[in-house]
């Protein structure tokens, strides 16, 4: 996915390529899901608001950026927690840098 994450005047000047894992637990899972999405987390909604919210507006930090996501995802689906690791691939000499946070429901 191509985002703006601008700390360097070199990086205002062009989107750059991100990458996302993304883990996470329901607060329930019932023991029979009967093949019923209603039962268990929307995936394709969750990387559809992820995709919103990286969309939203530039950031300097991939920190800043996982750590809304993962806020906002805990909030707005029934998660008990998540994980996700950011990938920016920037630097010359490196496949890329990476942040991952971890948040979990109070």
Do not use: C, G
Not at 3 to 31: C, G, M, N, W
């Amino acid at each position: 996915m191509l985002a703006y994450i601008v700390v360097s005047e070199k990086e205002r000047a062009t989107s750059q390529q991100l990458s996302f894992d993304l883990h996470f637990a329901s607060l329930s899972q019932p023991e029979a899901l009967k093949e019923d999405l209603l039962l268990t987390v929307d995936y394709a909604a969750v990387s559809q608001r992820l995709e919103q919210i990286v969309q939203e507006r530039p950031r300097k930090l991939i920190e800043t950026l996982a750590d809304e996501i993962t806020m906002f995802l805990l909030e707005e689906f029934s998660l008990s927690w998540i994980e996700l690791t950011v990938r920016k691939f920037i630097l010359p000499n490196a496949d890329f840098v990476a942040v991952t946070t971890r948040r979990e429901k109070s």
